[in-house]
């Protein structure tokens, strides 16, 4: 898949400041989905292991879970849905204050401030649904490993699709390994998590074969069957 080259400036750029989303006396707003033909393409859910890895750290928890509540909001209506304000800050652990300053309002603001949304004419916001890659201008906020695990990211994604996926189940086959897993069981994980027979079962025998995928490795707990679960050291997505 190409990288896309739309948020990869060459140079640093300022956070541009965005419009305030306004709210009237109701306390609730409008959310709509932001689809947008050129970053959709190259971008990821909200709450994939992207989004938490690498805009995390640069929009923080609170405005990272209000990204996801959202998402998982209009993937059941897609068309947009009312937002609550005052029942969703607390279903966040943001409290009831609703002023200018409140956290959950500069959650809001946040959202728009990095394009995560824009308003959407009157009381009304428009969300991604796709998030796109971190803009280069803020990937000198993240601590040096991240830095260099986006780099490997971005690498990978101008492999072919095959290849990436093979790549990603020798990460993850690797750190369950770490963890204890046997050869069956990798490979039972690796197809609960959709990979190809063929892929799950190489996988798996050069995981057992070759030990851990490093050194050092943090050891993650027992993954259930189903679980979203990624051990240390894998791939983003």
């Known amino acids: 898949m190409p990288v896309p080259t739309a948020f990869t400036p060459d140079r640093p750029l300022p956070v541009r400041r965005r419009p305030a989303v306004t709210v ?22 909200p709450c994939s292991r992207y989004v938490e890895l690498y805009w995390l750290p640069v929009i923080g928890p609170s405005t990272t879970w209000l990204l996801r509540r959202l998402g998982y909001g209009l993937e059941m209506h897609a068309t947009g849905l009312d937002l609550d304000l005052v029942e969703t800050a607390r ?13 959950f309002r500069r ?17 009304a916001m428009a969300v991604r649904v ?28 101008r492999l072919p699709e095959p290849e990436q996926m093979r790549r990603r189940a020798r990460r993850l086959a690797g ?16 197809a609960r998590w959709q990979f190809h027979p063929a892929v799950a079962f190489r ?6 074969a070759t030990g851990p995928i490093q050194p050092g490795t943090t050891r993650p707990g ?5 679980s979203s679960s990624w051990p240390a050291g894998v791939s983003p997505q």
Not at 107 to 123: I, N
Not at 203 to 208: D, K, L, M
Not at 222 to 226: E, L
């Open 91 to 103: 279903s966040l652990g943001l409290g009831e204050r609703m002023g200018k300053n409140s956290p």
């Open 24 to 45: 009237g006396a109701e306390e609730r707003i409008r959310i709509v989905p932001w689809l947008d033909a050129v970053a959709d393409p190259h971008g990821v859910h």
């Open 203 to 208: 996988a798996a025998e050069e995981a057992v």
């Open 107 to 123: 959650a809001l603001q946040r959202l728009c401030t990095f394009e995560l949304a824009r308003p959407h004419g009157p009381q």
């Open 175 to 190: 750190g369950l390994a770490a963890s204890g897993a046997d050869r069956a069981e990798i490979e039972g994980q690796l």
């Open 222 to 226: 027992p993954i259930q069957p189903g």
């Open 130 to 157: 796709h998030i796109p890659p971190l803009p280069l201008r803020h990937l000198g906020r993240l601590p040096a490993s991240l830095q260099a695990s986006h780099r490997r990211w971005l690498a990978e994604q």
